[in-house]
Nanobody, 111 residues
């Protein structure tokens, strides 16, 4: 299993970013996926999850109505669209499938 996140960067408060997670080594369409994040000095926390077919999703209260999760089973890619970003969204974002995770991508929200 290999999961590779990309799309992070520096963005001003109120801005947007779209993270991607390219997956390989398993049948992507058969598994639900999730995003977690870890801010400096804090524990890793759940951000969002999506079902295998992409029909249902769950979000942490802190990102609900601002973030959208989706998966393209034809491209073996998971996405996280992040809008109206806040400084407290800063952290390393990881995609996960079961006990497998990637190396993460850094998101910094700062003016």
């Amino acid at each position: 299993v290999q999961l590779v996140e990309s799309g992070g960067g520096l963005v001003q408060p109120g801005g947007s970013l779209r993270l991607s997670c390219s997956a390989s080594g398993f049948i992507f369409s058969a598994y639900g996926m999730s995003w977690f994040r870890q801010a400096p000095g804090k524990e890793r926390e759940f951000v969002a999850s999506i079902s295998a077919a992409g029909g249902s999703a769950n979000f942490a209260d802190s990102v609900k109505d601002r973030f959208t999760i989706s998966k393209d089973n034809a491209k073996n890619t998971l996405y996280l669209q992040m809008n109206t970003l806040k400084p407290e969204d800063t952290g390393v974002y990881y995609c996960r499938m079961g006990n497998f995770g990637g190396q993460g991508t850094q998101v910094t929200v700062s003016s």
